[in-house]
C-alpha cells in the first residue's frame, strides 16, 4: 500500500482561493469607504459644533473676569444685543485688558486691546482679533441678553450698572452647502469680580 503524501493546491483551487479572498477585501474597502462617505458631514458637524461650544464657553470664562480696567474705566463699557464690551485680565500677563466681542456678519470675533503707558490707557492701541464662531444664523435674534440681581431681563435703554450677568445664545449652522441643520449653542455669566468688590 502506499503511503499518503499531502497534496497540494492546484492552479484552479489557488486562483479561486486568491479571488475570493481578493473580493472579500474590495467588499471590506467598499463597505469603510462608504462609511466614511456618509458620515463624513457627520464627524465635521460633531468637530464644528464642539468647536463653537468650547468657544462660546471661553468667552463666558473671558466674561466672569470682568473687573475695573487698567485706566479705571467700570468692568463693562457698551453693550447691544450683537455686541458687548469689557475689561478683564483674559491672560497671563497682569495688566487689563479690553475685550469686545462682536458679530460682523455671520461671524462672531473677539477683538482685544492692550493697555499702554502711564497713566495706562486703552486709547489708540491696537485691537487683536480673533475668531469665535462662524456661520452663525442668528436673524434678528439677540445674540447677547442681559440680567440684573432680580435675574429680570434688561431692555433697551440699558443702565450698564444694572447688569449683573450675561447670556449668550448662538444659531449656527455648521456647513451652509448641506440642508438646513441649526444648532443652538448657550452661555451664560456672572459678572462674580463686581459681586466680590462689593459693587453688586
Do not use: C, W
Not at 502506499?2 to 472579500?24: D, K, S
Not at 458637524?45 to 470664562?61: G, W
Not at 440699558?158 to 448662538?170: A, E, G, L, R
Request: proline share 5%; charged share 15%; aromatic share 10%.
Amino acid at each position: 500500500m502506499r503511503p499518503f503524501l499531502p497534496r497540494g493546491l492546484t492552479l484552479i483551487e489557488t486562483i479561486v482561493t486568491v479571488a475570493l479572498t481578493a473580493f472579500v477585501f474590495l467588499a471590506l474597502g467598499s463597505l469603510i469607504q462608504y462609511f466614511y462617505k456618509t458620515n463624513t458631514y457627520t464627524l465635521e458637524q460633531s468637530q464644528a459644533v464642539s468647536s463653537a461650544r468650547r468657544s462660546i464657553e471661553n468667552a463666558m470664562r473671558d466674561l466672569r473676569e470682568a473687573s475695573y480696567g487698567s485706566d479705571g474705566s467700570y468692568p463693562i463699557q457698551t453693550v447691544a444685543t450683537s455686541s458687548i464690551t469689557f475689561y478683564a485680565n483674559i491672560n497671563t500677563n497682569i495688566s487689563i485688558e479690553k475685550v469686545r466681542y462682536y458679530l460682523s456678519g455671520t461671524t462672531l470675533y473677539r477683538g482685544t486691546t492692550e493697555p499702554a503707558g502711564n497713566p495706562p490707557s486703552y486709547a489708540g492701541q491696537p485691537e487683536t482679533t480673533t475668531l469665535v464662531v462662524n456661520n452663525i444664523r442668528n436673524g434678528t435674534s439677540a445674540l447677547f441678553t442681559f440680567y440684573d440681581t432680580n435675574g429680570m431681563l434688561l431692555t433697551n435703554p440699558i443702565n450698564i450698572s444694572d447688569i449683573t450677568s450675561v447670556h449668550i445664545n448662538v444659531l449656527t449652522d455648521v456647513n451652509p452647502e448641506r440642508a438646513p441643520n441649526i444648532y443652538t449653542l448657550s452661555g451664560s455669566a456672572t459678572l462674580r469680580n463686581l459681586h466680590d468688590a462689593g459693587i453688586l
